[in-house]
């Protein structure tokens, strides 16, 4: 199974981009998701999840209110809409996914990794 995350680009501050994590092989739908994003020098930071049915999610303080998790199973895609950017948000984003029943807010605790989308936003 593999995940690959894409979307990503330049944007200016204020702006939005939607980002797309899909699966080749394995439907998504028995897995909760989460989205991570890293910049050099720091850790994997999490900022949102979604359990596997859709019927709950989780978002980090940071992203809340400007980021929006869903997903739609019959097309093995989960999205990451983000709005209002902000330079800080600039980073590569990563999708993970996990058989857990929970939402778990860690890296650690995913079990299948994607490759990474950059998101640069200019000020």
């Known amino acids: 199974v593999q995940l690959q995350a894409s979307g990503g680009g330049l944007v200016q501050a204020g702006g939005s981009l939607r980002l797309s994590c899909t699966t080749s092989?394995?439907?998504?739908?028995?897995?909760?998701v989460g989205w991570f994003r890293q910049t050099p020098g720091k850790e994997r930071e999490f900022l949102t999840g979604?359990?596997?049915?859709?019927?709950?999610?989780y978002y980090a303080d940071s992203v809340k209110g400007r980021f929006t998790i869903s997903r739609d199973n019959a097309k093995s895609t989960v999205y990451l809409q983000m709005i209002s950017l902000k330079p800080e948000d600039t980073a590569v984003y990563y999708c993970?996914?996990?058989?857990?029943?929970?939402?778990?807010?860690?890296?650690?605790?995913?079990?299948?990794w994607g490759q990474g989308t950059l998101v640069t936003v200019s000020s």
């Open positions: 979604i359990a596997w049915n859709g019927g709950r999610t």
């Open positions: 092989g394995r439907t998504f739908s028995g897995f909760a």
């Open positions: 993970a996914a996990t058989g857990s029943l929970l939402i778990p807010r860690t890296a650690a605790e995913y079990d299948l």
